[in-house]
């Protein structure tokens, strides 16, 4: 039977409007990756989300503390703002169970 396991990663989907391209969506998901973060990442895709919108999905292993969650999260949101301003919406969590 499986099991869940809690993680201790960041994970979410960012999600773009019809104004982001595709390339812009591989750019910023390329970045990501090669970010100083990039080796802690478990998961990360360009997906479609509707007809013509685009949305990176990602998890980023981290070192479970509050302090350090934050500062993932602030740095990700951060870059998407001054990238992307109000053409980009996020759904970012803390909590992750993986199935084994």
């Known amino acids: 039977m499986s099991q869940a396991v809690k993680q201790n990663w960041v994970n979410g989907q960012l999600r773009f409007s019809k104004n982001i391209s595709f390339t812009d969506a591989l750019s910023f998901a390329t970045e990501i990756k090669e970010s100083s973060e990039g080796n802690k990442i478990k998961a990360l ?29 602030y740095k990700l949101t951060d870059k998407l703002k001054r990238r992307f301003g109000n053409d980009v919406n996020w759904d970012i969590t803390g909590s992750c169970w993986v199935i084994q």
């Not at 479609?48 to 292993?61: D, R």
């Open 45 to 73: 895709a360009v997906r479609s989300c509707g007809e013509v919108e685009y949305g990176i999905i990602f998890a980023v292993e981290y070192d479970g503390t509050e302090k350090a969650r934050k500062a993932l999260f």
